[in-house]
């Protein structure tokens, strides 16, 4: 199911990237947020739990994933398609443009293994899989949700996804474009049969679930108003929007020495 959902996000942001206009952004000096999901996410590692935040408007997005005996990793979405990592106790906060970086990383490591192989990597056959919308519907934390059965070579599992008062896109697209951007999306070939393109091109579509064989890999444990804001007063900003992974890459070694 992980690498399912990697492999079809990653598509997912491609399809973003070529049409989203990231500008560079101005964080304001505090955000307020008007809804809270808790989520859980669950494997033979144990089970992480990510609390996010967003606004109605889905400007921005905020999502604090707490892994036992590691702490808490908070990471900003902002309206201008940025994802922003917070470090609350050095109080900085660093800008990028992750779609970008994701794409250049992919191209680095696959230009670094055909150097090692001293020939081009074969293509990877097409997974087959096939997204269907079942008709059914339960109840998740007071929305309605609906199910869409996955089925690949590995087996079937069952998604369901709510349909939420709130635009959470943010952090289906690593904060790149927004919902107006998904409907130019509509009939890209690419999102076809693709499980994490259906919380982009459906307004308002939370992932709150995914099950297979008996066991949630993922729940949704709470929805709900919250009065939560964020304030960038005090923060060190560091913005790298305009700059590739390689300057990314020589920022942080140079921060470690």
């Known amino acids: 199911m992980k690498k399912i959902s990697l492999l079809f996000t990653f598509s997912v942001l491609v399809s973003f990237l070529s049409i989203a206009q990231n500008t560079v952004s101005t964080l304001p000096s505090n955000i307020a947020f008007d809804h809270q999901v808790v ?5 033979e590692d144990g089970s992480v739990t990510t609390t996010y935040y967003f606004t109605v408007n889905g400007d921005y997005a905020m999502a604090k994933r707490t ?3 590691e702490g808490v990793t908070t990471i900003l979405y902002t309206k201008d398609g940025q994802m922003c990592t917070v470090d609350e106790e050095n109080k900085t906060i ?17 230009a670094i293994a055909e150097k090692i192989n001293k020939k081009p990597l074969p293509k990877d056959a097409a997974e087959k899989i096939t ?14 949700a609906y199910e869409y059965e996955i089925k690949n070579e590995g087996g079937s599992s069952s998604w369901w996804y709510a349909k939420v008062d709130f635009d959470p896109v943010k952090i289906y697209t690593m904060g790149a474009g927004n919902s107006a951007t998904a409907i130019k999306l509509q009939g ?15 307004k308002n579509f939370l992932w709150a679930e995914a099950e297979a064989s008996g066991k949630k890999g993922m729940e949704t444990k709470s929805i ?13 900003i560091k913005s790298f929007v305009h700059k590739g992974l390689k300057d990314v890459l020589k920022a942080k070694i140079k921060s470690l020495k």
Do not use: H, R, W
């Open 39 to 43: 989520q859980q996410t669950n494997d």
């Open 67 to 69: 892994v036992p005996g």
């Open 94 to 110: 660093t800008i990028m443009t992750m779609p970008k970086l994701v794409g250049e990383g992919a191209q680095m490591g696959k």
């Open 131 to 144: 997204v269907t919308k079942t008709g059914k519907t339960k109840n998740i934390c007071g929305y309605t």
């Open 188 to 202: 890209d070939d690419a999102l076809k049969n693709n499980p994490a393109a259906i919380p982009v091109l459906n």
């Open 224 to 236: 709900s108003k919250t009065a939560y804001s964020f304030s960038t007063a005090g923060y060190t």
